[in-house]
């Protein structure tokens, strides 16, 4: 055990051994193991995008082992995916990457102004699989996000009391949000630090812009002199509004970005803002396997370094 994970870990101290064994293992294992960097690979975007528009790019995709052998091979710390999707492969590689079992999905057959998230997989089904967390989504800025809140929580304590770490994808979007203001730096940074507050173990958000969404935000970032003019400012930004950089927050890759070099370049300032990771999918999955991996050794080195 390193004194950097030794440090992670102490800050988590109201959790029982089971959950800080399980998030040790995550933060032990692969290439990044022991320099409390992540690097996750998630699938759900077959439930929350479709099939086709997930995995047509690349058709070796719709076969569940194929992200198994994806997240192995390139030296992950983890592997997230729905429940069908682990069903399909966890005895198969059991022992081979620590799952994350996303217990809540949304499907995209509907056009919604506030969208919600179904209860798709239990504890139990986390237990059965061996995996070492449950994931779920949460929409701040959604006229239902509540209801959300509770349900998350109700949600964490269950997950928690059977030694299972909770991540929550906090992601901010709804009628109560402009489309700027999703991915704007106070939205990012308030919805990283609602995560926290429901108890996250790790917290996914997106990647910040230099937008801001409140005028109250707005007036205390600029009169404290807090600098968002970069992405790695506003990194910190985010880090230090999940209780001073004392909860693992990652980021998302998102859509597929044409240029690895854009990748890298925002992989290097997550890095140097004291971002703890990435969650990275299409823009691992949708490429071949050969560029995949190429891909993910150049974010895995960047981490490294």
């Not at 969208?115 to 239902?144: F, H, K, N």
């Not at 919805?191 to 812009?209: D, N, S």
């Amino acid at each position: 055990m390193t004194e950097r994970v030794r440090e992670i870990l102490s800050w988590y101290k109201s959790e029982n051994p089971g959950v800080l064994t399980n998030l040790a293992r995550m933060l032990n294992h692969g290439r990044l193991g022991g320099t409390g960097r992540m690097v996750i690979l998630p699938v759900d975007q077959g439930w929350e995008h479709g099939p086709a528009r997930s995995f047509a790019p690349n058709p070796e995709g719709f076969n569940p082992h194929y992200h198994f052998q994806l997240a192995i091979d390139s030296g992950c710390n983890a592997y997230a995916a729905p429940l069908g999707f682990l069903e399909a492969g966890a005895a198969d590689f059991a022992g081979e990457i620590p799952l994350i079992l996303k217990a809540n999905n949304h499907d995209s057959l509907a056009d919604e102004e506030d969208s919600w998230q179904a209860l798709t997989a239990s504890i139990e089904d986390a237990l059965r699989l061996g995996c070492v967390g449950v994931g779920m989504t949460i929409y701040p800025g959604s006229a239902l996000r509540m209801e959300m809140y509770e349900k998350v929580r109700e949600y964490a304590e269950q997950a928690k009391a059977a030694g299972l770490a909770m991540v929550i994808w906090s992601y901010a979007r709804g009628s109560q949000l402009s489309k700027k203001g999703e991915t704007g730096i106070d939205v990012i940074g308030y919805a990283a630090h609602i995560a926290a507050q429901l108890g996250a173990t790790i917290i996914k958000v997106k990647p910040p812009t230099e937008f801001i969404e409140q005028d109250a935000a707005k007036k205390a970032i600029e009169g404290a002199g807090i600098p968002v003019s970069t992405l790695q400012e506003r990194i910190k930004h985010v880090t230090d509004c999940c209780f001073g950089g004392r909860r693992v927050v990652i980021f998302s890759g998102g859509a597929k970005k044409d240029s690895d070099a854009d990748i890298i370049d925002e992989i290097t300032a997550i890095r140097d803002g004291g971002g703890f990771g990435s969650i990275i999918g299409r823009n691992c999955f949708q490429r071949n396997k050969k560029d995949a991996l190429e891909l993910l050794d150049k974010i895995i080195k960047v981490y490294g370094a």
